[in-house]
């Protein structure tokens, strides 16, 4: 199946998204929040559980965040379990977590799940693990011109969300 053919993320028979977030030391709350709360919301306005979701690290341990508050996890990333959506949340020292190992990990995921996306400099990781090649892609403004550099088969667009 090439990338285009790809399910949609939501099913029309309304199973359950299974949603991984994988959380690295350095993140911002703000952005962990953001990801994983309107989740929580859908599921408790709807009255059911439309996303299944769970936070994991690469250690098991808690992520510490840039306020120095720790996220809990209910354990460590396994490339090998399924997941419908893998979304990559990092921020400070993204460059010290991109190992072979870790990037092997994130390409064998995103293979499996139906979206693989990042969050805060998560985006970085998603690109170097050659994840983002020939799709569109945002990043910090701050860090547009970098990502744009270090990443020339990503369409680097301005936008908030793509």
């Known amino acids: 199946m090439i990338k285009s053919e790809k399910p949609p993320i939501f099913r029309p028979e309304r199973e359950t ?31 059911e559980t439309l996303f299944d979701f769970k936070l994991v690290s690469v250690t098991g341990e808690a992520p510490v965040t840039t306020c120095g508050l720790p996220v809990a996890v209910s354990g460590r990333f396994d490339a090998a379990e399924p997941t419908d959506m893998l979304v990559v949340v990092a921020g400070f020292g993204t460059q010290n977590y991109a190992t072979s190992a870790l990037l092997a990990g994130l390409r064998r995921a995103a293979r499996a799940a139906r ?30 011109e970098d990502f744009s550099a270090a990443f020339p088969g990503v369409d680097v667009r301005p936008d908030r969300y793509v």
């Open 17 to 47: 998204l299974k949603v991984t977030f994988l959380v690295f030391s350095g993140s911002s709350i703000m952005c962990v929040a953001s990801a994983v709360d309107p989740l929580r919301a859908a599921n408790r306005i709807s009255g």
């Open 115 to 144: 979206a693989c996306g990042g969050v805060e400099a998560g985006t970085w990781l998603v690109a170097r693990a050659g994840l983002l090649e020939g799709r569109s892609a945002t990043t910090h403004w701050e860090d547009m």
